[in-house]
């Protein structure tokens, strides 16, 4: 079998009206689905995070500097493949949109190997758990949007049978090292009492037995993330994720020293096995939450989870994006045993919940039942995803 294409489907839903987390309004869904053809009947799917970067690049980088690399080449090949693409991008690829292609390549890659040997692909990577707990990832931010709101929002999720919940929080005028004066839609914000009452309404509505973590998107100061750990203890926080600037490692260190009772998650921008190295090593976090389609695909997260497991640390995949990473998430989180639980994100995006012809199923403690077709077990609905191409 010989890779014979590789192409880079953009995909793109606008939003009426925006969300946004601590830091960056969402005003549009976006996705880079990425397709490895080969001279058989079979393809792989993957899919590139972005970020928020420009769907022409990445089309560009996956088309025009990553697809020639791989031509001609054996598909199954996968460790030897992302270091060739590695390799030859050793300057310009090791970080940013150049990784987070790679990082589709090698998805598809893998979804291709499970459908060669005719396995899904957790088991290909060795099955740990055939079904993977999900957690509301919720409570973003929206214009209008109060706590009451959030409370209702909640209780749908509740009644849907979520039993931990992530919420957002962050958005906060006047810290000293807020990112938000420079960001479009920066004057939306709010204070720091009102994103406690957003607290305190979450903790009410799910109860004290649930698992709460709440995520800052990098926009605390180092020092109110220490001096929040009494309302942490309050409201039963059970992790602050991506508490500051994620590439002030010395704070995310200083954090999880002094923060007793809840744990520091992160980093999800972040990307490669030795920067996550660096943050392990260093005490940074607790909880390591590497993106598959950012962070160098299924070959380097499995040696980021294995990382974790051996500094004794959870590992628990971001996600924010399509159908097709969803259930790499799914597949991957079910090969680990380090893995408590994984997002599950719930904002409309009709590229996670339209874009396949049967979506993932969950059981009524909202786990992930792992589909059993081989490779990632998914099929995209190619007539319905041309109605979200992305024109530039």
Not at 269 to 279: D, I
């Amino acid at each position: 079998m010989k890779i014979t294409n590789v192409q880079a489907i953009c995909l793109k839903y606008p939003y009426e009206r925006p969300i946004a987390d601590g830091c960056t309004p969402c005003y549009a869904r976006s996705a880079v689905l990425v397709r490895v053809e080969t001279d058989t009947q079979l393809y792989g799917l993957g899919e590139a995070a972005t970020f928020g970067g420009n769907l022409d690049a990445m089309k560009v980088i996956v088309e025009r500097q990553l697809a020639p690399l791989l031509v001609g080449e054996d598909p199954l090949d996968i460790e030897r493949l992302w270091n060739k693409l590695v390799w030859n991008n050793w300057s310009a690829g090791r970080r940013g949109m150049v990784m987070g292609g790679i990082s589709g390549i090698d998805i598809a890659l893998w979804d291709l190997l499970g459908k060669a040997a005719g396995m899904p692909l957790y088991r290909l990577l060795g099955a740990n758990a055939h079904r993977v707990q999900g957690y509301a990832s919720a409570g973003f931010y929206a214009p209008g949007k109060e706590a009451g709101d959030l409370e209702r929002e909640l209780e749908g999720y509740c009644a849907m049978g979520f039993s931990d919940f992530k919420m957002k929080i962050g958005r906060v005028r006047g810290m000293i090292s807020s990112p938000l004066r420079y960001m479009k839609g920066g004057d939306w914000a709010y204070s720091y009492e009102q994103d406690a009452a957003r607290i305190a309404a979450a903790r009410r509505v799910i109860g004290p037995g649930a698992r709460l973590m709440v995520d800052m998107n990098c926009t605390w100061d180092p020092d109110a993330v220490v001096a929040g750990e009494q309302m942490f203890r309050e409201y039963g926080v059970y992790w602050v994720e991506e508490p500051t600037r994620s590439d002030d490692v010395r704070s995310y260190a200083r954090i999880a020293a002094s923060l007793k009772s809840t744990l520091v998650a992160g980093i999800e921008s972040e990307q490669g096995l030795a920067r996550y190295s660096e943050l392990v090593e260093m005490g940074a976090l607790d909880v390591v939450q590497a993106n598959l389609g950012w962070a160098g695909g299924i070959t380097e997260a499995r040696r980021i989870a294995a990382l974790a497991l051996a500094h004794g640390k959870m590992f628990t995949p971001h996600t924010f994006f399509s159908a097709v990473l969803n259930a790499a998430n799914v597949h991957f989180s079910a090969s680990l045993s380090n893995v408590p639980f994984i997002e599950c994100e719930l904002n409309p995006n009709p590229l996670r919940t339209d874009l396949l012809k049967q979506n993932l199923e969950m059981d009524e403690h909202m786990c992930f039942i792992l589909p059993q077709g081989p490779g990632l077990g998914i099929e995209v609905d190619w007539e319905k995803a041309k109605q979200y191409i992305y024109k530039s």
